[in-house]
């Protein structure tokens, strides 16, 4: 048995693709909500079938792109470091979920002063924090964060604007190991994989174009967006248990699965 999840999710209500801030994001095509919710609405499902407790934060109308909690902040040992928006359409839902973490009880919450997109770019492992940069979170709030949950932050240098946030080009499959697209990473980031993960699952282009990566693992299953075939072979073929999930729409906002979930580490 996993030990259970605690994660944090906003149902998508105001979803829609209404600007671009990276290149998944289409105006002139747009989005449906109702699609949207029911998609994530499986998601959820999912979580709680395997166990795990979802905590709910109210959408706010004008945000659509706040279904995407994981960019909401950074949990680890209780200790929340909230984000800073790069983008000025997105910059109110840093805010609206630090008043989440205070109004429910989190007592040690830091209001970032360094621009960082939370779980977006930081993806926490046993041991080290692995944060990228090159598109959203500063470089700066790699220290920032570092100083304040007391744990080693390795910075890793996206290079794809496809790949914009570290959670579309990675994911931890446990506590020590990794899944990634070397593509999305810069020549030095990429060594510096390899050295710190030499038994990686390594995805294939085509994995990470439908976002393969934006997986969510609780060290025994891993829920990924269908579509990822080969990928889902491998974590299997790896003893792992594969929830496959829909979030097609989702997707047309740049986001998957992990986008739309935000760990609540105590
Ligand atoms: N449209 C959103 C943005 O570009 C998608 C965010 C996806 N979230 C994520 N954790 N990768 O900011």
Known sequence: MAPTRHYLMCRPDHFTVEYAINPWMDPSAGADAATAVSQWERLKGAYEELGHKVSLIDPIEGL???????????????????????NAERAAEGPAYLRWFVENGFEKVMEPTETNEGE???????????AGTGFRTAITAHKEAQEFLGRPVVTLQLVDPRYYHLDTALFPIDGRNVAYYPGAFSPGSQEVLRRMFPDAVIASAEDAAVLGLNAVSDGHNVVINVEAGDLALEL???????????????RKAGGGPKCCTLEIRA
């Open 120 to 130: 977006g770019d930081f993806l926490t492992l046993d041991e080290v924090v692995l």
């Open 64 to 86: 659509p792109d706040m279904v995407f909690a994981a960019n909401g902040a950074l949990v680890v040992g209780g200790r929340v470091y909230g984000a800073r928006f790069a």
């Open 236 to 250: 299997k073929r790896r003893g792992l248990n594969v929830i496959p999930v829909d979030l097609s729409e989702l």
